[in-house]
């Protein structure tokens, strides 16, 4: 039997579920600021900037950063975050202007739905070719007020914090 083109877009229009919209109290213009420890022995760095999120079909989030480096010099940052419900679980992407790398998120949300704990690997701090695991986290303190911190796993076995970045919606 053959599949008409009707048939084939209605099963293709995916319809959003609590996840996806939990993922638009993202959307929005924000400013951030971050204070990051690049290293066990350096002093923390503190940068500012603004990011633009926007939707993608109710179903994903597009999340476009503009500020400075925590270690100098201007930065673009795109993120891209949305709900596999095959997988049940929280996917998207990051990539910065600062760095060819690709990193990939696996997350999902806690029972309170206030953090999103997303998964990745990429290349470790330690200026070789060694990869790490690493944790972002998004959490929310109200509506207008995100929090996301970073974490490294270290050969020590423990998540080591490395930065956090306070988001403020504007009006």
């Not at 008409?4 to 400013?31: F, R, Y």
């Not at 109710?58 to 010099?73: D, I, K, N």
């Not at 207008?144 to 270290?154: C, I, N």
């Amino acid at each position: 039997m053959e599949t008409t083109q009707t048939q084939q877009d209605s099963t293709m229009q995916a319809e959003p579920q609590k996840e996806h919209q939990w993922l638009q109290k993202l959307v929005g213009e924000w400013t951030y600021d971050v204070e990051a420890k690049m290293g066990e022995d350096k002093s923390p760095e503190k940068s500012t900037g603004t990011e633009r999120v926007h939707s993608l079909g109710g179903l994903w989030v597009l999340a476009e950063g503009q500020g400075e480096m925590p270690c100098g010099g201007a930065a673009t940052t795109l993120m891209t975050l949305g709900y596999d419900a095959q997988k049940q679980r929280f996917v998207g992407t990051w990539i910065g202007s600062m760095m060819t790398y690709l990193w990939s998120y696996d997350g999902e949300l806690d029972a309170n739905e206030t953090v999103l704990t997303l998964n990745s690997d990429g290349p470790a701090m330690t200026g070789d070719d060694k990869m790490a695991k690493y944790r972002d986290v998004i959490e929310f303190k109200s509506d207008d007020h995100r929090v996301m911190t970073s974490h490294m796993l270290g050969d020590d076995g423990q998540w080591h914090h490395f930065m956090t970045a306070n988001y403020r919606r504007q009006h």
